[in-house]
């Protein structure tokens, strides 16, 4: 049985013209439409789940280095797009850039596989939303 290590609620009013708060009214982030310039606090959405998702695998780089006897630091960007399909639904796709200097291409292949195994929102999209790694060493 799986054993519960974090949980976190975030509260969103007004959607993508509103504002994201903790359960306590504590704001967080107020939120913009797509194509609105991100300036004075504003975010979207996709900006936010870059930045969890860029941390998220990052850190299950460390572990997967840890794994491996791998002593490198690493840097993730990742870029979040959103697509409008033809019959009006949407979609996501995901790229990761990964740098690892000092790292050859071959043992950074392997922690790239290994973190993506284990990262939890790689787990989440998997088979849902299209992610591309890039090694950029």
Known sequence: MEKKIYSTTV???GGREGA????????????????TKLENGLTDPERLFAAAYSSC???????????FSIAAHSI????VDLYEE??????????????????????????VKYADRICPYS??????????FEIEN
């Open 11 to 13: 509260v969103n009013k």
């Open 20 to 35: 994201t708060v903790l359960p306590d009214g504590s704001a967080l982030y107020d939120i913009a439409l797509p194509g």
């Open 57 to 67: 695998f990052n850190q299950a780089l460390t572990v997967a280095k840890e794994r």
């Open 76 to 79: 993730v960007s990742a870029t």
């Open 86 to 111: 033809e019959d009006a639904t949407f979609s996501l796709g995901v790229k990761l850039s990964i740098q690892m200097p000092n790292v050859s291409k071959k043992q950074a292949e392997l922690v």
């Open 123 to 132: 787990r989440a999209l998997r088979n849902n939303v299209p992610v591309e």
